[in-house]
């Protein structure tokens, strides 16, 4: 870093990491461990010594990107190498002709685009997984080396302990430090927050010792068969565009069945910038193979419930009509209203008759009577191995379900639901699924 003349002051965790020249590396420590200081210190460094290279900065919300990661870099470069800040466009330009895109993660399509040399994924474990795999793939500008950093705080089994952890590879390094290693913190700010902490120790083992484990919960699903599903079973898909994921493609004669959690799904009129705000859930739909019982497609966006259901139609009939289960619940209405004005009607499955006594209504009720048994049958599932996952994201979603102290399963704190709940659904569906060609569906392409 010589050439920014920098007086930059890191401890030893810090300086190895920012040091690193292996293709990805991860800075997994406590809150106040000094992990966003290490990845603004790796940005200064990288950007010094290689002029007009591009990179990314990126958070999981606009106001984690602007209170932490943008205030650390604009802390640590010096003010001579900054030639401006569009603050409209959010890129820092630098005098020596590099630029840093700054973006939040919220809305993660809208990182396509881009070829970078460089990319800081800061507070990584809140993100989901496809925003890894997108950077990945925007790593390619010609002439510089390229390299991908996280720092975060563990919040469970996520993708971050998948691609880090779990899988040794010679081109990922780890780096982990307590948050008691920080020579710089306030002298009684580890005293005080131990003290905040007292009742519940298995949030100071995440939060103060940066360590990967289940908070508020045990774990729902059996960790080693989903750790080995990892290591086994998941890959990228062979197509991935527009919020859908395609790993098998259909086959002759082949059966399938489809569940959707439309929960995630948004008001047409909603704006990019009310979508940014927010921080919810996805709208997630699953295609099993009914017969070998392998996940084969997936759709997974933050998208308008008459789009979700669009997608889910088009996917379905690509899978020879796939029997449908739709959660009914919230934003479920609109999504299969519209999936009967686009003529699947006759796919979906319809309500039974101990849960209501119009046995016209179409789709699934998830509440406390049917939770439990969709769920039940799904963990029966992957511990008898009748299911192959091949989303890793799905995975990593299963990895942080857990059974809370009154043995209610439910998504760990900070975590997302909506993968397993739609598998679920999709699992539950094969008692159900009927394969006659019987309906005539509007929307022939996908």
Not at 25 to 48: D, Q
Not at 79 to 89: E, G, M, V, W
Request: hydrophobic content about 40%; proline content about 5%.
């Amino acid at each position: 870093m010589a050439k920014t003349d920098a007086r930059i002051q890191l401890f030893e965790t810090q300086k190895a990491f920012v040091e690193c020249e292996v293709a990805h590396t991860a800075f997994f420590g406590g809150i106040g461990s000094g992990k966003t200081i290490g990845g603004a210190a790796k940005a200064l460094k990288y950007v010094a010594g290689n002029p007009l290279s591009l990179g990314m900065i990126a958070a999981p919300t606009f106001k984690m990107l602007r209170d932490s990661s943008l205030r650390s870099v604009m802390a640590m470069f010096p003010q001579r190498l900054i030639k401006y800040f569009d603050k409209s466009n959010m890129i820092l330009a630098l005098e020596n002709g590099a630029e840093i895109l700054l973006r939040s993660t919220d809305d993660y399509e809208t990182l396509r685009g881009p070829s970078l040399a460089w990319i800081w994924l800061d507070e990584a474990a809140l993100m989901p997984a496809e925003v890894w795999r997108i950077c990945l793939g925007r790593l390619r500008q010609i002439g510089f080396s390229p390299q991908a950093w996280i720092t975060t705080t563990p919040k469970g089994f996520t993708w971050c302990y998948q691609e880090f952890i779990l899988q040794e590879r010679a081109d990922y390094k780890v780096f982990n430090c307590p948050t008691r290693r920080n020579p710089f913190l306030p002298p009684d700010y580890i005293k005080n927050l131990l003290e905040g902490y007292k009742d519940n120790p298995e949030f100071i083992q995440q939060e103060l010792e940066g360590k990967f484990l289940i908070v508020g919960g045990k774990p729902f699903f059996a960790m080693n068969i989903l750790e080995d599903m990892i290591r086994r079973d998941c890959k990228p898909p062979l197509e991935a565009r527009d919020c859908v994921e395609i790993w098998k493609r259909p086959v002759i004669g082949g059966k399938y069945v489809c569940g959707v959690d439309p929960s995630g799904t948004r008001p047409i009129d909603e704006t990019d910038k009310e979508i940014a705000k927010k921080k919810g859930s996805f709208a997630v739909a699953h295609v099993i193979d009914f017969q070998t019982g392998e996940q084969v497609a997936k759709i997974r966006g933050r998208i308008p419930a008459d789009e979700m259901a669009l997608k889910v139609v088009n996917l379905c009939d690509l899978y020879n009509k796939a029997y449908c289960g739709v959660e009914y619940n919230g934003e479920g209405k609109n999504v299969i209203n519209k999936m009967v004005e686009l003529g699947y009607g006759d796919r979906m499955y319809h309500r039974h008759e101990t849960w209501f006594t119009d046995q016209t209504k179409r789709g699934f009720l998830t509440y406390q009577k049917t939770r439990p048994v969709i769920l039940g049958g799904l963990e029966e599932a992957v511990r008898r191995l009748a299911t192959r996952i091949n989303s890793e994201n799905t995975v990593s979603e299963m990895m942080t379900f857990v059974r809370d102290d009154s043995g209610k399963p439910k998504h760990a704190e900070g975590a997302y639901d909506d993968e397993v709940m739609a598998y679920a659904i999709a699992w539950y569906m094969r008692q159900f699924a009927t394969f006659q060609d019987s309906c005539k569906v509007k929307v022939l392409h996908y």
